[in-house]
């Protein structure tokens, strides 16, 4: 009797865990492969058998969350509504807010997912400049204050903006319930961290092998052109950026920037400078340190005349350093380099380094001649 008791029991406490967890295959469906990011902090990728589960830490609160994420391909998602925002993949039809996550959209081949864009006016993306003027692709004004009628129209299935501290978010665009993918790979304190967010848009866009394929090729490349300037004998001095409106912005000891110009073989005049963001300084304070520098460079859009500069800041005249700057109007830097550093880390490498005889495929800057 007492056996046949134990059996009851045995039996019910069996069946009871079978009911909840939905039975064999619902429990096996749990079992999540992470996929590993060495280098990006703020994102979590957890690959299921028939979904992704994405969380995106708040890089201004990494005690907290930014957005969790549900990517599906079947079409009834109704048994992930508590695991958070839910997306149908690949996208059709999204607002891709900046021209740099457009630019790797492109690159991704997937730019007839992309429905809308913002600041227009900033993109030099040839796809995208002819597809607004034709019509195919909606210009949906400034991204901090998008056009709420054209989204309307335009009602896409997502919006890809950058996330900003205190910024309040999207105002009436977020009431209309579209979901919203926060982009916050600029957050990154590693250029190769930032980089490695092109896995999960890869898997936005239905296109995870390339993504993963071409950061595969960014990080072996990246991480050779560090060996190279690691073993160079000199550390030159180098001053980034110039003044506007009476302030000079740069980056913090915590910033991708910062790892760059380390990375690079450059001794980097303000490496102490705490923080991960841009850290405004007077154009007097820079200056006393600026006159130290080897080298300076400088991104500007549009042309750039050194004694015009002088004449608007007497102060620069102080600062003897080479040139090299980078017409941003005209180039592709800001839309290339976020999602390859290796770029951009080439261009510093050939400017700091000519010795090695680096020769950059993509080349962003020049020496600016006195004029």
Known sequence: MQRHTYIIIYIYLAT???SCNGGQTALLDEQG?????HYAKNLTIVTFPNHIEVTMRNPWDTTNVLGKYVLYEELNPSRFKDQGSRFKVPLEHAA????????????LHADEAVGGICDFEFFNLPYYKKAVREGRIVNLGNSMQPSLEKMIDLSPDALLPSPFEN??????????G???????DYMEHTPLGRAEWIR????????????????????SRYLELCTLAKNTKTKP????????SGQWTLPGSESSSTRLYEDAGAQYLFADLEGAGGIPLSTEKVVDKGVEADIWIIKHHGPLDRKQMNSDTPLLANIKAPIWWCDTSTTLLYEETPFHPERLLENLIAILHPELGIKPENEYFKKLTTR
């Open 16 to 18: 009871l865990l079978f």
């Open 33 to 37: 492969d992470t996929l590993q990011l």
């Open 96 to 107: 891709v807010f900046s021209s740099v996550h457009c630019a790797l959209v492109h690159e």
């Open 167 to 176: 910024s309040g978010g999207l105002g009436r665009i977020e009431r209309l």
């Open 178 to 184: 579209i979901p919203i993918i926060w982009c916050a």
């Open 200 to 219: 999960f848009y890869g898997r936005l866009f239905g296109r995870a092998e390339e993504a993963d394929s071409i950061f595969e090729a960014v990080e």
């Open 237 to 244: 001095r180098l001053l980034p950026e110039m003044p506007w």
